[in-house]
Structure formats: C-alpha cells, structure tokens
Nanobody, 116 residues
C-alpha cells in the first residue's frame, strides 16, 4: 500500500531554515507528481509546492507566499521528496504534509513552528 512518511519538522527561529523529507513507498514513485501541503491552526489546508513526475521534466510550482524561499525537489532513485525552507516566518507555522495528489495519498504530517 502507499505510504508517505514525513520527517524534519521542528521549532526554528524566524529567518531560520528547515529541510523536510518524505519517504515514499508502495507505488512507482518516478511516475507521479509529488507535493507538500500545510495546514495552520484555524486555516484550511493549502498547497505549498509541487514537483511533476520526471516525464514532465520535473517542473515545479509554488504558492506565492513561499516563492523564492522554499524549494521542492525529488530523488527518484531513493523514492524521496524534500522541501527546503529558508527565511522562515512565523506565518509558516503549520503541519506540513507530503502528498501524492494523483493517488489521493497523504502522510501523517510533521509540525513546523517558527517562533522566537
């Protein structure tokens, strides 16, 4: 079965960086787009970043709120997807989810807290 396991969340000061990782299994990883969503307290889930399958040149898309600060990448050899988050702001505080959108599969989420 499809499994997505996130790691790398934590507490970081404003302006700091974190790298989230997602280990995928149970499907042919390279054939599917992968994405990161987040949900802040009291807010709806939002798409943060997406990376296309390798057949689509691995193109990426970002929410306007994270453009220039976050970078999504994938390692098809190891079935991993990453989210490098720089210049973090308190408004980036949320639970971050790894998602295989075409499969409708979500990880359990990892908490990111940006606070001084």
């Amino acid at each position: 079965q499809v499994q997505l396991v996130e790691s790398g969340g934590g507490l970081v000061q404003p302006g700091g960086s974190l790298r989230l990782s997602c280990a995928a299994s149970g499907f042919t990883f390279r054939r599917y787009a992968m994405s990161w969503y987040r949900q802040a307290p009291g807010k709806e889930r939002e798409l943060v970043a997406l990376v296309a399958a390798i057949g689509s040149s691995g193109s990426t898309n970002y929410a306007d709120s994270v453009k220039g600060r976050f970078t999504i990448s994938r390692d098809n050899a190891n079935n991993m997807v990453y989210l490098q988050m720089n210049s973090l702001k308190p408004e980036d505080t949320a639970v971050y989810y790894c998602v295989a959108p075409q499969l409708g599969s979500w990880g359990q989420g990892t908490q990111v807290t940006v606070s001084s």
